[in-house]
């Protein structure tokens, strides 16, 4: 019991922190989000008891700002609706095992990228995750955007398979086939979202010199795009070309939306 109590007094303390700082960007115009009305939809059917299923935020990731954001989109709902709480799955180097983390663990399971065996428990663990009704958020290229061997770009409203790409271009890394597992396993709704601007906020390092101490400092003055779209359905039978081949053409199409 008194373990519980420790686990909710710190994941309360760590969203109502984080909450405060994103609301202030949110003031400050640092972060404009499109589609929150579809997200707002989905809490309040949980809350209602009329969706009892779990969801599937996944989104574009360019920068490491991402998984920090992500698990504050449905404050303060998540604050007394706990089926509400996003769970976020950081890579165990970059975030989690940071000390500036250490709030936002019981909130998270880390990956271990180069482990297999782990890798398969892992998505075992989200799959029980989801079957229980919880809300999961990841980034379904199993990384981020700039590290991919190949992309989809969409150019005058048509998509294609690329394996360079430009700066300019409105861009996301081909998804990795455990995206297509879970939703075989389980039956959870989908919610396709868009994010740019992150990179700017946290540069990639690849984008810096040698040791530059900055890449620690969010850039702050620079803004981030968030753009959430319906949740959307598929046939149980869809193969898993045709499952992924929806997944990321509706999250790239956001991205070309104004």
């Given at each position: 019991?008194?373990?519980?109590?420790?686990?909710i007094?710190?994941?309360?303390?760590?969203?109502?922190a984080g909450?405060?700082?994103?609301?202030l960007?949110?003031?400050?115009?640092?972060i404009r989000i499109?589609g929150?009305?579809?997200?707002?939809?989905?809490a309040?059917k949980?809350?209602?008891?009329?969706?009892?299923?779990?969801?599937?935020l996944?989104?574009?990731?360019?920068?490491?700002?991402?998984?920090?954001i992500?698990?504050l989109?449905?404050?303060?709902?998540?604050?007394?609706?706990?089926s509400?709480n996003?769970?976020?799955?950081?890579?165990?180097?970059n975030?989690?095992?940071?000390?500036?983390?250490?709030?936002?663990?019981p909130?998270?399971?880390?990956?271990?990228?180069?482990?297999y065996?782990?890798?398969?428990?892992?998505?075992?663990?989200?799959?029980?995750?989801?079957?229980?009704?919880?809300?999961?958020?990841?980034?379904?290229?199993g990384?981020?955007?700039c590290?991919g061997?190949?992309?989809?770009?969409?150019?005058?409203?048509?998509?294609?398979t690329?394996?360079?790409?430009?700066?300019?271009?409105?861009?996301?890394?081909?998804?990795?086939?455990?995206?297509?597992?879970?939703?075989?396993?389980?039956?959870?709704?989908?919610?396709p979202?868009w994010?740019?601007?992150?990179e700017?906020?946290?540069?990639?390092?690849?984008?810096?010199?040698s040791?530059d101490?900055?890449f620690?400092?969010?850039?702050?003055w620079?803004?981030?795009?968030?753009i959430?779209r319906?949740?959307?359905?598929?046939?149980?039978?869809?193969r898993?070309?045709?499952f992924?081949?929806?997944?990321?053409?509706?999250?790239?199409r956001?991205g070309?939306?104004r």
């Open positions: 019991m008194k373990k519980r109590i420790v686990r007094l710190a994941i309360w303390t760590a969203e109502l909450f405060l700082i994103f609301c960007l949110l003031i400050l115009g640092r499109s929150y009305r579809h997200l707002l939809s989905f309040v949980k809350i209602l008891g009329r969706e009892k299923r779990g969801a599937v996944y989104y574009r990731h360019p920068s490491l700002f991402e998984p920090i992500m698990p989109l449905l404050f303060p709902f998540s604050l007394l609706f706990p509400l996003p769970y976020s799955f950081p890579v165990k180097k975030y989690y095992d940071k000390i500036w983390y250490a709030s936002f663990r909130l998270s399971e880390p990956v271990e990228r180069g482990d065996g782990k890798a398969i428990k892992l998505l075992e663990k989200m799959r029980d995750m989801a079957k229980e009704g919880k809300v999961l958020a990841f980034a379904p290229g990384g981020r955007e590290n061997t190949k992309w989809k770009v969409i150019k005058d409203g048509r998509i294609e690329v394996t360079y790409w430009r700066e300019d271009e409105k861009m996301i890394r081909k998804f990795q086939s455990g995206i297509y597992r879970l939703w075989l396993m389980t039956d959870v709704v989908f919610l979202v994010t740019e601007g992150g700017k906020i946290i540069p990639n390092k690849e984008n810096y010199s040791g101490a900055r620690s400092c969010p850039r702050l620079h803004s981030m795009k968030i959430i319906p949740q959307f359905e598929l046939d149980r039978d869809t898993r070309a045709e992924l081949e929806t997944t990321e053409n509706n999250l790239l956001l070309d939306k």
